[in-house]
């Protein structure tokens, strides 16, 4: 049983465009979600994360949205460069078992010049 | 950020033979470590929580006498998978949490020939 969802398998945007990559889950227990990005063979990048008492955090180029009603979170970044052409998970965890994380299926991005 | 350290980072093993996977923690201690795999154009999938100084505990359908877990000390966990088959070829990644962060290894690719 997948909790964790990306619908959107890939995505291609323009250098310099923003990129907006969604997450559905269905477990209301999960309180804590992280964004990562992945090359081929090489483990999991940390980008950013949530807190279910938030709905907004920002780094840099990141942002990520949550809205819990709906359990959707999405993340964003812009503008877009060529590096990050990659596949990006959602991950969501339980504070009560931090680290277990349940991953999306990943949405492979890439963006051209 | 704290580093997460796997090796190896590839191994080909004949069918029926054991192999072992180090993850190490290199600037932190980590009490709890995470087993994942990862099949091709699949998501991360959680394995088994490792946990210092005691058992190992195994997600759902995760066989415990062919994944081994060893974590004799605050920086290193081992999983060993024994007798192993062509189908338990796959990228097996580490992880390890921080604060609120949880760093991935660089991950292990498994083949079995």
């Known amino acids: 049983d997948q909790q964790v969802k990306q619908n959107s398998p890939s995505l291609s945007v323009q250098e310099g465009r923003i990129s907006i990559l969604n997450c559905d889950y269905t477990?209301?227990?999960?309180?804590?979600f992280l964004w990562y990005k992945k090359y081929p063979a090489e483990g999991p990048t940390f980008l950013i994360s949530i807190s279910s008492i938030k709905d907004k955090n920002e780094d840099g180029r990141f942002t990520v949205f949550l809205n819990k009603s709906a359990k959707h979170l999405s993340l964003h970044i812009v503008p877009s460069q060529p590096g990050d052409s990659a596949v990006y998970f959602c991950a969501a965890s339980r504070t009560d078992s931090w680290g277990k994380l349940q991953f999306g299926a990943g949405t492979q991005v890439v963006v051209t010049p | 950020g704290a580093v997460v350290s796997q090796h190896p980072s590839r191994v080909i093993c004949k069918s029926g033979t054991s192999v072992k996977i180090e993850c190490r923690s290199l600037d932190f201690q980590a009490t709890t470590m995470f087993w994942y795999r990862q099949f091709p154009k699949q998501s991360l999938m959680l394995m088994a929580t490792s946990n210092e100084g005691s058992k190992a505990t195994y997600e759902q359908g995760v066989e415990k006498d062919k994944f081994l877990i060893n974590h004799a000390s605050l920086t290193l966990s081992t999983l060993t998978v024994t007798s192993a088959h062509p189908e338990d070829s796959s990228f097996y990644i580490c992880s390890a949490t921080k604060n609120t962060e949880a760093f991935f290894g660089q991950g292990t690719r498994l083949t079995v020939v």
């Open positions: 477990n209301s227990m999960f309180d804590y």
